[in-house]
């Protein structure tokens, strides 16, 4: 089957690839390039575990195609902590226990990251429908919703 | 255990909260589930599923999916040993084989839409799907049925031609599709009803719902010539999964060595073995490793689902509220194959009151859908979804606050449950009565909202655990466990193991480890890991605690008897001796006799029962009939929260599971018994959006036959949560609702029609 090359940024590395047509994002990241923090739920857009930021904007990776990312900007789960100093994101959902099983926090802090950079104070509401197109089955969301709240909190006063 | 007081004021870190071990590197993306393994030279396995709900196979050809480039091996139920089924007597729980086999790989028919026929190995996943395409089945396709009390009826198409109803009498003389009937009573029906002043009899039914697990079964086999397998794979029990493997396949069960991935949640639903045996035996035909993953239409489509039920339930009750009589039958579909959570149903019903009079009797149905799989508090909730709305139109009836009548009938110590379980200490009348006082009880309501309030019951199990500790020279301690951490566990492993020796949490490591390094561990399932598997480690800590006063004694040359273990170190009332610390033994231990370890394997008992009483709010749209649940409370009696996060976390997401079961879930069939939804997107689960925080309210009566009090929490918050939730919309509307779930056209058919009478 024929392979494209594409080249494109992710998490700040420019990274060539080959991939064929039919491939998408989330079969590139993980199948090709083994970075399984990206994960698969569904495949069908329908659960957010595959939440990425592509050129600044949360989409699901499994419904976005290999060969449209020549010269993209991605940012995975595997970029998210900056060395080994965890994003406040990050680091709020381990003292929230916001996370049950873990499967569906990558793509949940993701998603939170883009909707707080784009609404850096939003109400619980806000919060939970930003959320709404990523599933998760274990915690109900109470703890996932209180943790972005929080981390707001804090990355609104470290901005000021 | 170091004199804790049972007020639970004395712990270091019992009920604080404390990060969870194994959290950065699921932040991180670093932690591996079932699907982020990668094996070199790995094989890419698909499975050709059924198109049909009900089929005889006539004929199966592979030979163009063999001959296909890329592929490199094709297997057919004719790979896989057929087993005798299993006979009776039957215990709750049925592990049939036969059964087994039939459902991994069909053998003379089909039961269900999405019932796997064959697997293909290929060098790539694309290959092994279009190679699936080339296997040509002839099919005589045959009458199917989906409902369980169709099912029931004489001349219902049948499942299975040698399955005779079990438990009836005379013995019946026609195969059938109810497997048995399961009863259970006390006391005299008919004298109960004859002395209640008020009867209730009502009719409820509730859908399949999945577990809805975020991450796929996936695995991945690695067979090697001598005939040992490894195996990777997502489950909640991995000596599980190599027992049943070993078993179906005909093998040495110490030749099959299983590690546990990650888990991207389970609630029952990764107790069994799907792909499991094809990959093993597709990675035996090729000398390569196999990986299988299912896609999300697989999981929806062969996957096991709780059980669709059918009820008709007669309760009486005098004036004051004493319930007298209360009857029962429940029709729990099995799906494909026998084996629903007949049970549980039955024991669930009435088992928190002290009814005098009970018949109960459960009907095993099979149908042509997926086999049933567990579904946190198997067979509990539509259980309790029938006995807590009749209970609640008793109440209304009899014009009794539904707090009250529940007291009025609540178990206390040294009562029983249905089947003649005496309960210990137990927390039902503290949960009740936290419910009265609590602020949301008599919070006021808006307009077209209503409140809704139900209990449920759920006595817990025990079981086989494992555990092996080792105490390193640095003085940490690696602890290992045979349970696949869901939820928390390994926060849970780490408190009690740092509880026991008095050191900081950071000194222990927990781990899970695989079924060659351990002792059997039965399933992280029943809410008993933390109880059972707990219980385990607390006991492989004292071992280790007993060898350290010993070295200590060595080291003093006193006797051992003077010496205790206290706050991390050694110690005895002798002056002049300064006490010695877990860090300083640690690092003389193999200088002085060898490395120091403890381990337990046990059979934990006494696990108690719990109940959970939720109370919610919902406004009901009269305009489209959807209803959106505003405010949820949950109380459970705990035992004792050894990781309270975890703990709030187990409740919330049961709540929210049943919030589903109760709404929205259900399976899409069409006239051809194929299924409909098997997406997310159809099979509507409830998102972030749908639900209001969960404020869980924890009521702490210690369980007396843990060293801790710990009694299970992860089952009881879903149980009354569709019954609850039902409550509130019946409250909201004014219409008795007893048909799950209550999606928008239903909820508005009743609206509408409660008018037309009205009118
Ligand atoms: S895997 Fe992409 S949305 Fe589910
Ligand atoms: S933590 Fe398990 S799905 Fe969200």
């Given at each position: 089957?024929?392979?494209?090359?594409?080249?494109?940024?992710?998490?700040?590395?420019?990274?060539?690839?080959?991939?064929?047509?039919?491939?998408?994002?989330?079969?590139?990241?993980?199948?090709?390039?083994?970075?399984?923090?990206?994960?698969?739920?569904?495949?069908?857009?329908?659960?957010?575990?595959?939440?990425?930021?592509?050129?600044?904007?949360?989409?699901?990776?499994?419904?976005?195609?290999?060969?449209?990312?020549?010269?993209?900007?991605?940012?995975?789960?595997?970029?998210?902590?900056?060395?080994?100093?965890?994003?406040?994101?990050?680091?709020?959902?381990?003292?929230?226990?916001?996370?049950?099983?873990?499967?569906?926090?990558?793509?949940?802090?993701?998603?939170?990251?883009?909707?707080?950079?784009?609404?850096?104070?939003?109400?619980?509401?806000?919060?939970?429908?930003?959320?709404?197109?990523?599933?998760?089955?274990?915690?109900?969301?109470?703890?996932?919703?209180?943790?972005?709240?929080?981390?707001?909190?804090?990355?609104?006063?470290?901005?000021? | 255990?170091?004199?804790?007081?049972?007020?639970?004021?004395?712990?270091?870190?019992?009920?604080?909260?404390?990060?969870?071990?194994?959290?950065?590197?699921?932040?991180?993306?670093?932690?591996?589930?079932?699907?982020?393994?990668?094996?070199?030279?790995?094989?890419?396995?698909?499975?050709?599923?059924?198109?049909?709900?009900?089929?005889?196979?006539?004929?199966?050809?592979?030979?163009?999916?063999?001959?296909?480039?890329?592929?490199?091996?094709?297997?057919?139920?004719?790979?896989?040993?057929?087993?005798?089924?299993?006979?009776?007597?039957?215990?709750?729980?049925?592990?049939?084989?036969?059964?087994?086999?039939?459902?991994?790989?069909?053998?003379?028919?089909?039961?269900?839409?999405?019932?796997?026929?064959?697997?293909?190995?290929?060098?790539?996943?694309?290959?092994?799907?279009?190679?699936?395409?080339?296997?040509?089945?002839?099919?005589?396709?045959?009458?199917?049925?989906?409902?369980?009390?169709?099912?029931?009826?004489?001349?219902?198409?049948?499942?299975?031609?040698?399955?005779?109803?079990?438990?009836?009498?005379?013995?019946?003389?026609?195969?059938?599709?109810?497997?048995?009937?399961?009863?259970?009573?006390?006391?005299?029906?008919?004298?109960?009803?004859?002395?209640?002043?008020?009867?209730?009899?009502?009719?409820?039914?509730?859908?399949?719902?999945?577990?809805?697990?975020?991450?796929?079964?996936?695995?991945?086999?690695?067979?090697?010539?001598?005939?040992?397998?490894?195996?990777?794979?997502?489950?909640?029990?991995?000596?599980?999964?190599?027992?049943?493997?070993?078993?179906?396949?005909?093998?040495?069960?110490?030749?099959?060595?299983?590690?546990?991935?990650?888990?991207?949640?389970?609630?029952?639903?990764?107790?069994?073995?799907?792909?499991?045996?094809?990959?093993?035996?597709?990675?035996?035909?090729?000398?390569?490793?196999?990986?299988?993953?299912?896609?999300?239409?697989?999981?929806?489509?062969?996957?096991?689902?709780?059980?669709?039920?059918?009820?008709?339930?007669?309760?009486?009750?005098?004036?004051?509220?004493?319930?007298?009589?209360?009857?029962?039958?429940?029709?729990?579909?099995?799906?494909?194959?026998?084996?629903?959570?007949?049970?549980?149903?039955?024991?669930?019903?009435?088992?928190?009151?002290?009814?005098?009079?009970?018949?109960?009797?459960?009907?095993?149905?099979?149908?042509?859908?997926?086999?049933?799989?567990?579904?946190?508090?198997?067979?509990?909730?539509?259980?309790?979804?029938?006995?807590?709305?009749?209970?609640?139109?008793?109440?209304?009836?009899?014009?009794?606050?539904?707090?009250?009548?529940?007291?009025?009938?609540?178990?206390?110590?040294?009562?029983?449950?249905?089947?003649?379980?005496?309960?210990?200490?137990?927390?039902?009348?503290?949960?009740?009565?936290?419910?009265?006082?609590?602020?949301?009880?008599?919070?006021?309501?808006?307009?077209?909202?209503?409140?809704?309030?139900?209990?449920?019951?759920?006595?817990?199990?025990?079981?086989?655990?494992?555990v092996s500790a080792n105490l390193l020279d640095d003085g940490t301690i690696a602890v290992a466990t045979g349970n696949p951490d869901i939820g928390g566990s390994r926060s849970s492993m780490r408190v009690m193991a740092a509880e026991e020796l008095g050191i900081d949490i950071e000194m222990i490591k927990p781990i899970v480890a695989d079924t060659g390094s351990m002792g059997y561990s039965h399933l992280t399932a029943g809410s008993r890991t933390t109880f059972a598997t707990g219980m385990a480690v607390i006991n492989a800590v004292r071992e280790i605690i007993d060898k350290l006063r010993a070295l200590a004694a060595k080291k003093w040359e006193i006797?051992?008897?003077?010496?205790?273990?206290?706050?991390?170190?050694?110690?005895?009332?002798?002056?002049?001796?300064?006490?010695?610390?877990?860090?300083?033994?640690?690092?003389?231990?193999?200088?002085?006799?060898?490395?120091?370890?403890?381990?337990?394997?046990?059979?934990?008992?006494?696990?108690?029962?719990?109940?959970?009483?939720?109370?919610?709010?919902?406004?009901?749209?009269?305009?489209?009939?959807?209803?959106?649940?505003?405010?949820?409370?949950?109380?459970?009696?705990?035992?004792?929260?050894?990781?309270?996060?975890?703990?709030?976390?187990?409740?919330?997401?049961?709540?929210?599971?049943?919030?589903?079961?109760?709404?929205?879930?259900?399976?899409?069939?069409?006239?051809?018994?194929?299924?409909?939804?098997?997406?997310?997107?159809?099979?509507?689960?409830?998102?972030?959006?749908?639900?209001?925080?969960?404020?869980?309210?924890?009521?702490?009566?210690?369980?007396?036959?843990?060293?801790?009090?710990?009694?299970?929490?992860?089952?009881?918050?879903?149980?009354?949560?569709?019954?609850?939730?039902?409550?509130?919309?019946?409250?909201?509307?004014?219409?008795?609702?007893?048909?799950?779930?209550?999606?928008?056209?239903?909820?508005?058919?009743?609206?509408?029609?409660?008018?037309?009478?009205?009118?």
């Open positions: 089957m024929a392979r494209n090359l594409v080249t494109a940024t992710i998490n700040g590395d420019e990274v060539e690839f080959t991939c064929s047509t039919e491939q998408t994002l989330l079969d590139v990241l993980r199948e090709d390039l083994h970075m399984m923090g990206t994960k698969n739920g569904c495949g069908s857009g329908d659960c957010g575990a595959c939440t990425v930021i592509l050129n600044g904007r949360p989409v699901n990776a499994c419904l976005v195609l290999g060969v449209e990312l020549d010269g993209a900007n991605i940012e995975t789960i595997e970029g998210m902590a900056k060395g080994n100093e965890l994003h406040p994101l990050q680091q709020k959902f381990l003292d929230h226990a916001a996370l049950q099983c873990g499967i569906c926090t990558p793509g949940i802090l993701l998603m939170a990251k883009a909707l707080l950079e784009k609404n850096p104070d939003p109400t619980e509401s806000e919060v939970r429908f930003g959320l709404a197109g990523n599933l998760c089955r274990c915690t109900g969301y109470d703890k996932i919703v209180r943790a972005v709240l929080d981390a707001a909190v804090e990355m609104r006063a470290s901005k000021s | 255990m170091n004199n804790k007081d049972s007020a639970g004021t004395n712990f270091k870190w019992v009920g604080k909260r404390t990060r969870r071990p194994d959290g950065p590197d699921k932040v991180t993306g670093r932690a591996r589930y079932g699907d982020d393994m990668i094996v070199p030279g790995m094989l890419h396995a698909k499975i050709l599923r059924s198109p049909h709900a009900h089929a005889k196979i006539l004929s199966i050809d592979t030979s163009k999916a063999r001959a296909f480039k890329g592929v490199k091996a094709v297997v057919t139920s004719a790979d896989i040993p057929d087993h005798p089924l299993t006979k009776p007597p039957y215990g709750p729980i049925i592990t049939d084989f036969h059964d087994i086999s039939c459902n991994v790989l069909a053998r003379e028919k089909v039961l269900y839409d999405g019932h796997a026929i064959a697997g293909v190995a290929a060098t790539s996943e694309r290959i092994a799907r279009a190679a699936i395409k080339l296997i040509e089945v002839e099919y005589e396709v045959l009458p199917h049925v989906l409902d369980p009390l169709e099912a029931s009826k004489p001349d219902a198409p049948v499942l299975h031609d040698h399955q005779y109803t079990h438990g009836v009498d005379p013995e019946p003389e026609k195969p059938s599709n109810v497997f048995r009937v399961v009863t259970g009573g006390r006391g005299d029906v008919e004298k109960g009803f004859a002395g209640a002043d008020i009867i209730v009899e009502r009719e409820f039914s509730s859908q399949p719902v999945h577990q809805g697990y975020i991450e796929p079964q996936a695995c991945i086999a690695t067979a090697s010539e001598d005939d040992s397998v490894e195996l990777w794979t997502t489950t909640q029990g991995h000596f599980v999964i190599r027992a049943f493997c070993a078993r179906l396949l005909n093998m040495d069960m110490a030749r099959i060595r299983v590690t546990a991935s990650e888990i991207g949640g389970g609630f029952g639903g990764k107790n069994n073995i799907y792909a499991e045996p094809v990959a093993i035996r597709l990675s035996q035909m090729t000398g390569r490793p196999v990986r299988m993953v299912m896609s999300r239409s697989e999981v929806f489509r062969a996957t096991g689902p709780a059980s669709g039920t059918h009820t008709r339930i007669r309760m009486g009750a005098k004036k004051d509220g004493t319930i007298t009589a209360a009857e029962v039958d429940i029709y729990n579909q099995a799906g494909a194959f026998k084996g629903s959570p007949v049970g549980r149903s039955i024991e669930t019903f009435f088992s928190a009151y002290t009814i005098e009079n009970i018949r109960a009797s459960g009907y095993d149905v099979c149908v042509n859908r997926p086999k049933v799989a567990a579904y946190r508090a198997p067979g509990a909730p539509m259980a309790a979804f029938a006995a807590e709305g009749t209970i609640n139109e008793l109440a209304s009836r009899l014009g009794m606050d539904a707090v009250d009548i529940r007291m009025k009938n609540a178990v206390r110590e040294g009562d029983q449950s249905l089947s003649g379980i005496k309960y210990g200490q137990i927390g039902l009348l503290d949960v009740l009565e936290k419910v009265k006082s609590h602020e949301h009880y008599s919070a006021p309501l808006g307009p077209n909202q209503g409140r809704g309030f139900a209990l449920g019951y759920w006595m817990h199990g025990g079981g086989l655990s494992s006797p051992v008897e003077e010496i205790t273990w206290e706050a991390g170190q050694a110690e005895t009332g002798r002056d002049g001796i300064k006490a010695l610390s877990l860090k300083e033994l640690a690092g003389m231990a193999t200088k002085m006799g060898g490395p120091i370890a403890g381990h337990s394997e046990i059979n934990a008992g006494g696990a108690g029962a719990a109940f959970s009483a939720q109370l919610v709010d919902v406004e009901v749209d009269p305009e489209t009939g959807f209803v959106s649940p505003k405010r949820y409370t949950v109380f459970q009696d705990v035992g004792r929260a050894i990781s309270p996060d975890y703990v709030e976390g187990q409740i919330q997401g049961g709540a929210v599971q049943g919030i589903g079961w109760a709404l929205n879930e259900e399976y899409v069939y069409d006239d051809q018994a194929r299924l409909q939804n098997t997406g997310f997107l159809d099979y509507r689960m409830p998102v972030a959006s749908d639900v209001p925080m969960i404020d869980a309210v924890l009521i702490e009566v210690p369980n007396p036959n843990h060293p801790y009090g710990v009694r299970g929490v992860g089952e009881p918050p879903i149980i009354s949560a569709p019954a609850a939730v039902a409550n509130a919309v019946e409250n909201a509307i004014g219409i008795t609702m007893s048909s799950l779930p209550l999606s928008p056209p239903k909820v508005l058919n009743a609206i509408e029609q409660g008018q037309a009478e009205k009118d």
